[in-house]
């Protein structure tokens, strides 16, 4: 059996918030400069199939592999937004939910590891 690295996947998950924070911020910098493209970080998921903590399955239908990369791409325009005239595809509302997104992600994040180190301190003390 594999110890549980909870504390270095809670670190690839920080690392990647921060990426992501300085990717949407790039993009709300840069929401009026002309021909520039939206960019985004590829999901989370990527990191976690390469920690190398692997879930048992019963079936091997149950988990899919899938080839991510945690790159940062450009995205699609969003069809609300679109292209504008200057080239320009960063929506500010779509950019401003991203970060709210990130700030509530990294919230979670930082609230699990402090329970979970609660928990192993109240282990060491008994």
Known sequence: ?????????????????????????????????????????????????????????????HFAEASLSSEITEIEPNKDVGEQISGNTVGLAEELMKQGQVKREFELNAGLVKAYHRMMLMTVRK
């Open 1 to 61: 059996m594999q110890p549980i690295q909870f504390f270095e996947l809670a670190s690839r998950q920080a690392e990647w918030l921060s990426v992501r924070q300085s990717v949407v911020a790039g993009n709300i910098a840069n929401a009026n400069t002309p021909g520039y493209r939206a960019k985004d970080v590829s999901a989370f998921q990527s990191v976690l199939e390469n920690t190398g903590i692997r879930m048992a399955a019963t079936n091997p239908m």
